[in-house]
């Protein structure tokens, strides 16, 4: 056969070879992870190891952890061996089983795009954040239930913030009311974050690192049987308060048994109490070395000077639309294939081609004709794909439409939001959306989100609510979200939007940019070029290393396969 037969068939192989698909693992089961295949079991195991930060907090919502190989859990669960001392089996044995029941901090053991390994220079791991004064205030929100004297339960806490100050720079004040660094508070499941406890036994307390907001501040579970004295039976308050401040001064968890840090409880005799030299390395990693026979000592905070809060402009008179070019939104909805935008008491509609009724807003009582006269501006809103009924939410009181008329027979007053199974202390919802991903609706307030069970039209109640920190990138609180036509997701804060990257779970990276331009045809801004505004990233793309047009590829194969054939 001549040489150059022999190269085009070589070549004809190649490209086969490029048409068809690599083989890929198999997809996991129970019975590959775990010795009798117990399914309840093998899904408690992949929630731990999500929760904990061995697999990327994103799997929760978008399902990812159920489509890893054996393989890769496998991996995964040897990381988690690894940090908890236990054998590297990379199965979900008996031992590694009761390790992830075993009584512990909420806290994450590894942060997101940290790879643990035993190779690292040191044990510890910081966490993102430190303080950046010397001085910290901390404040009782909340007393446990379970023990009835508050002195005992202050002087554990205050016991376990003196400890810190001997290996660090810091110094604590108590503070009796008002603003505080620390805030501590017991609670029992939902306490007011995105980390509900779990009742009695597992999760413990959980802390945050330092920063604003809840930063710093620490909370213990109720639930548990707290105990301040040596001979009583329980949960030692001393020992977990001392581990859980490490967290609020900016350490993460270490993987050494004998350390504060280490993410399982154990009960410390506060007598002869103290710290491993890798909890004194990491905090003065931190906050630098104190010599052993030198206390630093910092002056207490000084009163803030009293200074004349800043003039703000006068608002706009409710009762005026607000200018379409320069306002924030409430709410964003996409009804019946047209985009709604509400402020106030306005809203504006819009289709594909851009605004509709001009620029100006109609006042939403005209739009909407069964809506109450009381109803003065809307938080949230979306239309149920089941029955494509419109849910309003206002306040803590939702209303349903059908149409641009109330639903016949709902009450005027509305109905209370605790009907979707949320807490009674929540005020009212910040937003609303369907995500193209899963074609599931999710309600979000504050910092927190839910997931809706739209047949029982009430909230998931396992593992809700979770913290929007898994929606990596969207501020918090938002003021609108909603599914655009093209099934991307959009998130509104401010005069500002963001566009999510479902694949990524995190907002696409050179948002936000201004909401005015894209949702109101709005001028473009002066400090950005039209260029730049219009750019948008891809979403998803594949994972191959050549990006080949696959048409041309079929036509090539095809041309070659007649010609080798009629030559031979």
């Known amino acids: 056969m001549p040489a150059w037969l022999e190269f085009a068939g070589a070549l004809l192989h190649f490209l086969l070879f490029l048409l068809v698909p690599a083989r890929t693992s198999e997809t996991h089961t ?150 505080a660094d620390i805030k501590i508070k017991f609670g029992k499941n939902y306490h007011g974050d995105g980390y509900p406890f779990d009742g ?55 993987d050494v048994r004998n350390a504060i840090m ?78 709604f935008i509400f402020k106030g008491k306005w809203n504006w509609r819009r289709d594909q081609k851009g605004l509709l009724d001009g620029n100006t807003p109609l006042s939403l009582h005209r739009l909407w004709y069964g809506m109450p006269d009381h109803v003065e501006y809307i938080d949230a809103v979306y239309e149920r794909k089941s029955d494509h009924r419109i849910i309003f939410f206002s306040g803590n009181r939702y209303y349903v439409f059908n149409a641009n008329q109330l639903v016949h027979g709902f009450p005027e007053e509305g109905r209370p939001i605790t009907d979707y199974g949320l807490p009674n202390d929540i005020e009212k919802i910040d937003a609303v959306f369907t995500w193209s991903y899963n074609s599931r609706t999710y309600l979000i307030t504050g910092n927190m989100y839910w997931k809706l069970d739209e047949k029982e039209q009430r909230v998931v109640p396992f593992d809700y609510p979770r913290d929007m920190g898994i929606w990596q990138g969207v501020p918090t609180p938002v003021d609108a979200a909603f ?44 400090t950005r070029s039209e260029t730049e505004s219009n750019t948008k990233a891809p979403v998803g793309g594949g994972s191959s290393i050549y990006k080949l047009s696959i048409g041309p590829v079929i036509l090539l194969f095809l041309t070659l396969h007649l010609f080798i054939t009629k030559l031979r």
């Open 200 to 254: 009695r036994g597992g999760i413990l307390a959980h802390a945050f690192f330092p920063g604003d907001d809840n930063g710093g501040d620490t909370h213990f579970d109720d639930d548990e049987r707290w105990v301040t004295e040596e001979h009583q039976s329980g949960t030692d308050l001393f020992s977990v308060a001392v581990h859980e401040f490490g967290h609020a001064l900016g350490l993460a968890h270490s």
């Open 30 to 179: 129970a019975d590959g992870i775990i010795s009798n295949g117990n399914a309840s079991v093998f899904h408690e195991g992949l929630q731990f190891l999500i929760r904990y930060g061995y697999l990327p907090s994103s799997d929760m919502e978008s399902g990812r952890a159920e489509l890893r190989t054996a393989e890769e859990l496998g991996t995964i669960i040897r990381d988690f061996q690894q940090f908890a001392g236990l054998n590297k089996t990379g199965y979900l044995d008996e031992a590694t089983i009761a390790q992830m029941k075993a009584p512990r901090c909420g806290v994450q053991d590894i942060r997101p795009g940290y790879r643990y390994s035993r190779r690292r220079r040191r044990r510890y791991i910081l966490g993102p954040s430190k303080w950046k004064k010397r001085h910290l205030t901390y404040r009782f929100e909340t007393y446990s239930n379970v023990m009835s004297d508050y002195l005992r339960t202050r002087d554990a806490i205050t016991q376990a913030l003196k400890h810190w100050e001997k290996v660090t720079t810091l110094r604590f004040t108590e503070q009796l009311s008002g603003e």
């Open 483 to 526: 599914q655009f036509w093209d099934g991307v997701t959009y998130f509104f804060k401010g005069d500002q939007y963001w566009q999510f990257n479902d694949e990524l779970m995190k907002v696409e990276d050179q948002f936000p940019q201004p909401s005015a331009e894209k949702w109101m045809g709005c001028p473009l801004n002066s």
């Open 262 to 339: 280490f993410p399982w409880y154990k009960k410390y005799n506060r007598p002869n109490f103290g710290f491993h030299s890798d909890d004194i390395e990491a905090i003065s990693k931190l906050y630098g070395k104190v010599h052993p026979d030198v206390i630093p000592t910092v002056a207490p905070p000084t009163s803030p000077p009293v200074t004349q809060a800043p003039t703000t402009p006068k608002p706009r008179d409710k009762n005026s639309p607000p200018l379409t070019c320069d306002t924030t939104y409430d709410a964003i909805a996409l009804i019946r294939g047209e985009i």
